[in-house]
């Protein structure tokens, strides 16, 4: 939860801007204002005050405690210019909400921790327990001084300004090692540990057993992702409560799907209890991975039978790759989410042209794989490697990434290995309509008219079947200098059922710095005005220029009291 805290009219309108824009997420605090700030602080996770640094540093400083445990806290002054994270920036992710809030309330976020400053990812936000002597590593990191990376266990971290040598090292492990001088240990979730119980067993011999197996194969409590178990056992106490105690999740399988598993040691008695030869290794070994510690059971003081069993499994890393739409061009239309996922990537991948466009996004150490015009094939083909490498990859395209663009190549070379997550970008079609005003109102297509990859007959009858229908069209590579005959073919084709007076609306790089639209006609469009920066947008038949700018109508009765069909 975040505590909103305020103490004038002004404060209080930018709060209840911001309690309205996280209505599940954020509370109120009435009241007088050091007992509103003492309130929050003690019971959510991020506070935000809208109230002078002075003041809140006065009131919070008797309730600072621990920096692991404090709430984040940000506070934003009285004009609404500047969200300020105040303290807990890393830890208390008061630099995030920061930019949160700044993105809310259109403040500007003020970050001081050294790491964000520079653009550095701080390693206590990287999702993983850390271990070591973080600040000592991240200043290191910081004046650039070299800084190791000794990545036992891949994992799909964002970028760091790594070395192959140096003094201080980053090491990414699951076992069960102390950190050494100078270095820092990253716990990846890379364990799974099966476990098997009688009903009735208690919590305590199931921890212990888990425990014991971890310590005894020099392996890190730290880096266990989950606890798997068979169906029949998801309600089972002691299987629920060690989860519990060791803060992860139970994951279940269903029986026929753990027989199907090969497992070193299958016994009968699981088989007659719950339908599968093996609990402990099979629901270990049911997402794939290296089996660590086979079979073994519970030790009982009394001598009675065990009642748990555990084994434990070293799951392969899953790369992780982004498909990421940049927009049209304009550092605004970039979404906030394409911004994170530009700065989770430790690999980029991308037309050169377009990642000129964000380098000053990504984090310091990316490594970037650019590519000319053309080389798709290569493009998709390298994504998918570096994740299935177990790296953070983003692959990146103008507009959105999938449309006509390197989603769709990079996907159908893409096994089930992998994470894939897309970020929806604005594409030159609603770039355009923008610009132009309304016309994609009512039914509408896009259309490419290169015929690189589809042949022409195709293409024809996908306008023909537009013409017929009446839709809007948008032609996304209308004409390139080897391909000029398309676009008048394409318009002639609409011609035959569509007035000449039909509005059409061409835009030149929408969003860019030399963005060009004109609004002319089917009967007067200069196929000669447009070239490869540029769509071409078709108005429907009941498409109007009003006011200078190209409108659909919806058919709304009220506006003319006829239908669209009506009205033609
Ligand atoms: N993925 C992109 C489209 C790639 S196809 C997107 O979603 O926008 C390339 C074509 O898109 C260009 O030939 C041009 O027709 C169109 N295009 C892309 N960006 C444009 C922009 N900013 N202004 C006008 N047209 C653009």
């Not at 404090?70 to 920036?89: I, Q, Y």
């Not at 001081?112 to 070591?132: I, K, N, Q, R, S």
């Not at 402990?280 to 794939?288: D, Q, R």
């Not at 990642?355 to 000053?360: E, G, H, L, S």
Request: with cysteine.
């Amino acid at each position: 939860m975040i505590g909103l805290i305020s103490a004038t009219a002004a404060g209080a309108a930018a709060r209840d801007r911001l309690a309205a824009a996280w209505p599940d997420r954020a509370r109120v605090y009435d009241g007088p204002v050091g007992e509103a700030v003492r309130a929050a602080f003690a019971e959510c996770e991020q506070v935000v005050c809208f109230l002078a640094t002075g003041a809140v540093v006065r009131l919070i400083a008797p309730l600072l405690g621990d920096k692991a445990a404090d709430p984040g806290v940000v506070c934003v002054d009285e004009g609404g210019r500047f969200a300020v994270s105040l303290v807990g920036g890393h830890g208390g992710g008061a630099n995030e909400l920061a930019v949160a809030v700044g993105d809310v309330l259109g403040a500007e976020p003020v970050v001081t921790t050294a790491t964000d400053a520079v653009g550095v990812a701080g390693l206590d936000t990287l999702g993983l327990p850390v271990e070591g002597d973080v600040a000592r590593v991240s200043r290191a990191l910081l004046d650039g001084e070299p800084v190791r990376l000794d990545a036992e266990v891949p994992w799909p971290l964002p970028a760091l300004p790594v070395a192959d040598q140096g003094s201080y090292a980053v090491r990414v492990t699951d076992r069960a090692v102390r950190p050494a001088d100078g270095e820092v240990l990253l716990r990846p979730p890379s364990l799974v540990v099966g476990v098997g119980a009688s009903r009735g067993a208690p919590v305590e011999e199931v921890l212990e057993l888990v425990e014991r197996a971890l310590r005894e194969a020099g392996l890190s409590a730290r880096s266990v992702a989950a606890l798997a178990t068979v169906d029949a056992k998801a309600a089972e106490p002691g299987l629920v409560g060690a989860a519990e105690r060791l803060g992860v999740p139970l994951v279940t399988y269903a029986a026929e799907e753990l027989a199907a598993v090969t497992v070193p040691n299958p016994s009968d008695a699981p088989l007659a209890a719950v339908g599968t030869p093996s609990v402990a290794e099979a629901a270990a070994l049911a997402g794939g991975g290296e089996l660590l510690v086979p079979k073994r059971k519970s030790e009982r003081a009394d001598g009675r039978p065990a009642m748990a069993t555990c084994a434990v499994v070293r799951r392969p890393a899953r790369g992780r790759l982004a498909v990421v739409g940049l927009g049209p061009g304009a550092r605004d239309l970039l979404t906030p989410r394409a911004a994170a996922e530009l700065r989770r990537a430790a690999v980029l991948v991308g037309l050169d042209q377009y990642v000129d466009q964000i380098r000053d996004l990504l984090r310091p150490g990316t490594r970037v794989l650019e590519s000319g015009l053309g080389a798709e094939e290569e493009r998709a083909r390298a994504a998918v490697a570096e994740a299935r490498a177990g790296h953070a990859v983003a692959l990146i395209g103008s507009g959105d990434a999938g449309v006509y663009a390197m989603a769709s190549p990079a996907l159908a070379e893409a096994s089930d290995d992998i994470d894939v997550v897309g970020v929806p970008g604005v594409t030159a079609a609603l770039a355009a309509g923008a610009v132009l005003g309304a016309p994609l109102g009512h039914d509408h297509v896009s259309i490419s008219l290169s015929d690189l990859h589809t042949p022409w007959e195709v293409i024809e009858r996908r306008v023909r079947a537009a013409a017929e229908s009446d839709l809007v069209v948008t032609f996304y590579n209308p004409r390139s200098r080897g391909r000029h005959w398309q676009l008048p073919k394409a318009l002639d084709i609409l011609a035959g059922h569509r007035r000449p007076t039909t509005p059409v609306g061409v835009v030149r790089n929408a969003s860019r710095p030399d963005e060009a639209a004109r609004l002319t006609t089917l009967g007067e469009l200069d196929p000669a005005t447009v070239d490869m920066m540029t769509v071409v947008t078709v108005g429907n038949t009941a498409t109007r220029e009003i006011a200078g700018r190209m409108v659909t109508p919806r058919g709304y009765r009220w506006q003319d009291g006829r239908t669209p069909q009506e009205a033609r």
